[in-house]
Antibody
């Protein structure tokens, strides 16, 4: 079955760029049935959808992060990536990658990575 | 943007209780809603999609209902492993998804 694993630095300095990778195993980011997404969760808080991408299409971002965010897929390495620039302490969170399925107009996350805690601090 | 309001934000229950969690949307979202369970230190897990469809492998004591603006997640007989936080997610605006604030189910 499909498994997702996030990786990247656990500590990022303020104003720098946060870069994460999600490695997909047991499936392909080129799957025509799947979308790929990032979701984050600030410590002790709720879930926040960040954005998603289809392997052959444009990414979609939550409006509040759109100006600082880039989500892309690397089909050769079967990976999903996230780059968030000009980070502040407010970007400290657990970042999850997830597979998103579509059924008609319904989109939902059926497979999640374990998550990676990223702390923004000097 | 569509806002999802979950109620209650937390509840206390006992094993065997019937538990109902509500998710209310700020505008009609048809049945474009899913439910997730999250245990401490773990990633969320999909329970229900399309408002009422049970994800494969999820126990049948979980059920979802609703359409339009009002939705419920029901656990028919609470089990020890069900103590967790539950979130709803809307995908009516498929380009901008949003989660509810969560409901913590505790003893």
């Amino acid at each position: 079955q499909v498994q997702l694993q996030e990786s990247g630095p656990g500590l990022v300095k303020p104003s720098r760029t946060l870069s994460l990778t999600c490695t997909v195993s047991g499936g392909s980011v080129r799957s025509g049935a799947d979308y790929w997404s990032w979701i984050r969760q600030s410590p002790g808080k709720g879930l926040e959808w960040i954005g998603f991408i289809f392997h052959s299409g444009s990414p979609y971002y939550t409006p509040s992060l759109k100006s600082r965010l880039v989500i892309s897929v690397d089909t050769s390495n079967n990976q999903l990536s996230l780059r968030l620039n000009s980070v502040t302490a407010a970007d400290t969170a657990i970042y999850y990658c997830a597979r998103m399925k579509r059924e008609g107009g319904n989109y939902y996350f059926d497979v999640w990575g374990q998550g990676i805690l990223v702390t923004v601090s000097s | 943007d569509i806002q999802l309001t979950q109620s209650p934000s937390s509840l206390s229950a006992s094993v065997g209780d019937r538990v109902t969690i509500t998710c209310r949307a700020s505008q009609s979202i048809s049945t474009y809603l899913s439910w997730y369970q999250q245990k401490p230190g773990k990633a969320p897990k999909l329970l229900i999609f399309a408002a009422s469809k049970l994800q494969s492998g999820v126990p049948s004591r979980f059920s979802g209902s609703g359409a339009g603006t009002d939705f419920t997640l029901t656990i028919s007989s609470l089990q020890p492993e069900d103590f967790a936080t539950y979130y709803c997610l809307q995908s009516f605006t498929s380009l901008v998804l949003s989660f509810g604030g969560g409901t913590k189910v505790e003893i």
